[in-house]
């Protein structure tokens, strides 16, 4: 770990402050030892390195910011952009940096090309457009149930359920058929994982755009009520957007709908199979379900590294300078369980008040989808937990296997019965 490094991260900039930059900086990121829980080492980052020095997959630098008030101020910063094509994007893997830089989805794009794209979605994702899923989001979870319990069990809750729920709900809000949710699942885990090549991600994401280049082809032709038609119809036809701008933004609420959601639900379960005495305070009411979901969110925190940043400018952050064109990630999951913000972090308190994580992000680029994600968990955990109360685990918990190499946190397979 101690490799000596010929010079600081970029070259750039005040390293006054960073003399262990003179030693190979630890790797990042850190496996988590319980998987409700962030990585043990962020409490002491958050009170001795607060803004600390990484070295990440890739082999290149970066800094990561732990505390709750300087995550929030670095994501709400003017001078650090998200662009991925930037020299010290932190991307955790070869094969999103190469294959992001050249498609640019526009979560990792700057103002003001992603306020274009943002605008354009933001009316689809509003409180009332979201509520009026409800019924869908429903209808989908009790679907699912219905043939979980017909199938007499067990069954592996990641793609009978967690999975089954966020992809069936995307496909609802898009308007594209449910029938590939295996298709769907492959696209995800090979473009969400740090170990895929550019190769893989390429092809992955090459199939994902082929069926919904289909769609749209479709859509041209006849238009329905679906966010698809309308991104045809309002944006593509108009010239607002290219055919491969539509592809990518499609692509992306794709994958950062799917993925996060489904490891939330799989992991959210799995803990209130652990913790059974929270699943009953929620069957016994279940007005606490919408706090229940945000603070599952905020002890979770399984988004923990997506806000990668690069420095656009030497930003000064809890006395220390991260250099102009140095990388840096703000830890959701760092920041959702800072003490000085969140009395106990580590405990699951359906009535904690002033609830303000920042599981969502923070920012310019806060999630999108944060009411759907709320809506799908609120339904599919709440239905869960009434309609079948004896779920558990079909194994030992030490069988239950988690998902520590993909860019959200959360479960590969988790065998359950009732
Ligand atoms: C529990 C579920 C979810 C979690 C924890 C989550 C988390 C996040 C986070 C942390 C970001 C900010 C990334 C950054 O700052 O770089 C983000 C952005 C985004 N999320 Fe989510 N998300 C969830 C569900 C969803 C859903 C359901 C959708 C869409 C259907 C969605 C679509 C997006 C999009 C499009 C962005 C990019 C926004 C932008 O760059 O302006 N997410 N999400």
Redesign the pocket.
Known sequence: MSTTIPTGPSGSGNHEDSAPCMARPRDFPIRRGCPFAPPEDYARLRTEEPVARVTLPTGREAWVVTRYEDVREL?ADPRIS?DIRRANFPALGEGEQEIGARLRP??RTDAPE?TRY?RM?LPEFTVRKTRAMRPAVQAIVDDLIDAMLASGGPVDFVPAYANAVSTSV?CE?LGIPKENLEFFRDVTRISGSRSSTAEQVAEALGGLFTLISDLVAQRQEQPRDDLLSKLVVDHLQTGDITLNELLSTVG??IN??RE??TN?LALSALLLIRRPELAQELRADPSLMPAAVDEL?RVLS??DS???RVAARDIEISGHVIPADDGVIGL?AGANHDPEQFPDPGRVDFHRPDNHHV???YG???????H??RLE?EVALGTLIRRIPTLRLAVPYEEVEFKHESATFGIERMPVTW
């Open positions: 994501l998200a526009f979560i992603h943002r979605l995307i809000l992306i609420t950062a709908g996060t959601s939330m969110l399984i988004a997506i806000p990668l959701l599981a969502f992000g310019m680029h806060q999630c999108i989808g944060q759907l994600a968990m």
